[in-house]
């Protein structure tokens, strides 16, 4: 006799053939299926369903689910097999293979720790699934209040006060890590679906340090750039790095200035876009408070610009040299030290050479760039060659020193960080 599943309540038979013979059928109890949806209930010690909350929009809280799975009239339940959750709308239900899926504890409890991402109303939605496929849903919404102190570094993308580092994963999504970390879990993550291309980061250079204005919160803005491309991305930080909101167009400057900040006529080989950026990087703000500027290698020769915002194309551009030695040099920003002083670093990739750059002000309160004439000069550290490191990077002070520090990313994708550019420490595989 063997048994039969069948999707109704009753009684069934199955026969057996034995040596040619039929066997007499017996009957066996079919169990109803279970069709009952799952339910899941939120809350949150931090951020009250009805307030106040203790912590304010930008910082992370917990919220506990705790779901069950009622058992169907005369049967019984399948069990809760996994919950997703995201912020507002959840999209197609994709199952507990799906990303972002989270499977309970014995007791059906996950307990997560979420950085929300918006002041004033915020709604959590949470889908709970059994594992006869039922789905259930719920909504939690709450009140952020706007923090009054929030935190203003350089360096920030989710606003936590700490400077990130950035680099894509296996699957193309931006991971943010800390300045400080120890490991290489990333505070948060941007998924590939919000690169410009919809796939993922990888191919693009991206560059932050500063914000604009006239938004909060005080978290770094995203210049976003392929290489060959006349079109620069502008991601504006609205939501804690989460850039839930799409992009804008970052124009092209419209006016050059000199050494003196004179305004002149632009050189004749000043693009109207920005397809001759070889390279990009955030420089840091250079009049102060914490507009961002940018330098381009374009043509074998640095440009600055800055002094406006780049969704009105008001930055000013300056040629920082004439040589048009800088092919074949990597470019690093390492942003503002303790004492404010800017600089600017570079990899040249055919020795490994690491070299940094003073840029200092002068009485007037304008910058010195009169080291960057001479990419050769300024050597500070060997041995980082591209063979070794394919990417190096520097997102500010990581050690506390004042001082900013340098990161790489090794050819078999671990993550090392610096004191200045010594001391290299592993932080261990990227994911």
């Known amino acids: 006799m063997t048994l039969r599943h069948t999707r109704r309540l009753g009684w069934s038979a199955a026969a057996t053939v034995v040596a040619g013979l039929i066997a007499a059928p017996a009957a066996v109890a079919d169990t109803a299926p279970d069709t009952t949806s799952p339910t899941v209930t939120v809350s949150s010690p931090d951020f009250p369903a009805g307030g106040p909350a203790t912590r304010y929009a930008g910082q992370k809280g917990t919220f506990v689910l705790r779901t069950a799975d009622p058992a169907p009239p005369g049967g019984t339940a399948s ?163 989460s850039f839930g909101q799409t992009w804008t167009g970052a124009d092209r400057s419209t006016e050059c200035v000199d050494d003196t900040a004179t305004v002149v006529a632009c050189p004749a080989d000043f693009a109207k876009d920005w397809s001759k950026a070889d390279q990009l990087v955030a420089f840091g703000p250079v009049d102060g408070g914490t507009e961002p500027s940018l330098v381009t290698l374009e043509g074998g020769n640095l440009w600055l610009h800055s002094g406006g915002d780049f969704a009105y194309g008001y930055q000013q551009a300056r040629k920082l040299t004439t040589s048009g030695a800088w092919t074949g040099y990597d470019l690093i920003a390492p942003g503002p030290d303790a004492a404010g002083d800017l600089a600017l670093w570079a990899r040249d990739r055919a020795t490994g050479e690491l070299h940094a750059y003073p840029v200092p002000k002068k009485a007037d309160g304008t910058l010195d760039f009169s080291a960057l004439a001479d990419p050769s000069g300024h050597v500070v550290a060997t041995g980082f060659t591209t063979a070794a490191y394919p990417t190096l990077g520097s997102s500010g002070d990581g050690d506390g020193d004042g001082r900013p520090d340098l990161w790489a990313v090794t050819a078999d994708r671990h993550l090392m960080t610096f004191g200045g550019w010594s001391a290299p420490k592993d932080l261990g595989a990227l994911g």
């Open 79 to 241: 069990g809760v097999a996994c919950v997703r959750y995201g912020w507002d709308y959840l999209g197609v239900s994709s199952g507990c293979d799906g990303p972002g899926a989270v499977r309970p504890d014995g007791d059906g409890t996950v307990t997560l720790n979420l950085q929300v991402l918006n002041w004033g109303t915020n709604t959590l939605t949470v889908e709970v699934t059994d594992h006869a496929g039922n789905v259930g849903r719920a909504g939690y919404t709450f009140y952020a209040p706007s923090n009054p102190n929030p935190p203003r570094t350089l360096g920030d993308v989710d606003g936590d006060g700490v400077a990130d580092i950035l680099v894509p994963d296996a699957q193309g999504n931006l991971q943010y890590i800390g300045v400080n970390a120890t490991g290489t879990v990333p505070g948060s993550t941007v998924r590939a679906a919000v690169a410009p291309d919809r796939t993922g980061w990888a191919s693009y250079q991206v560059a932050h340090r500063g914000w604009s204005n006239d938004h909060a919160p005080s978290a770094d803005d995203f210049f976003v750039h392929k290489p060959g491309q006349g079109y620069l991305y502008l991601y504006r930080n609205v939501d804690y790095g």
